[in-house]
Nanobody
Framework: QVQLVESGGGLVQAGGSLSLSCDTS????????MGWFRQVPGKERDFVAS????????YYADSVKGRFTISRDNAKNTMYLQMNSLKPEDTAVYYC?????????????????WGRGTQVTVSS
């Protein structure tokens, strides 16, 4: 049963913007932290950003700091990733993930639940 559902991916030119959403309304667990990760074929899944569900504390990978913004709407059970000034190297499948306990937010294996991913392609 898929409990996290991403949407909003697509094709955009370099310098453009995209907004991703992660619907958590189907979840059957309590969230401590949610994160966005991305992966290109043949490479490891990389941390992008994270946010604590209750307090909204955020953390970003250096590669996206100043360009991406993570947020959440608890009432709508949705997490967002606003991506501005996109670069071709941002091209990847983007995954949302949720973890139910405290701890490092940058390591994929610390997350308990994952969405299926949404493709983001940035053309040069």
């Amino acid at each position: 049963q898929v409990q996290l559902v991403e949407s909003g991916g697509g094709l955009v030119q370099a310098g453009g913007s995209l907004s991703l959403s992660c619907d958590t309304s189907r979840r059957t667990f309590s969230i401590y932290t949610m994160g966005w990760f991305r992966q290109v074929p043949g490479k490891e899944r990389d941390f992008v950003a994270s946010i604590t569900w209750s307090y909204g504390n955020t953390y970003y990978a250096d590669s996206v700091k100043g360009r991406f913004t993570i947020s959440r709407d608890n009432a709508k059970n949705t997490m967002y990733l606003q991506m501005n000034s996109l670069k071709p190297e941002d091209t990847a499948v983007y995954y949302c993930a949720a973890k139910t306990v405290a701890g490092t937010a940058m390591i994929p294996t610390s997350y308990n639940y994952w969405g299926r991913g949404t493709q983001v392609t940035v053309s040069s």
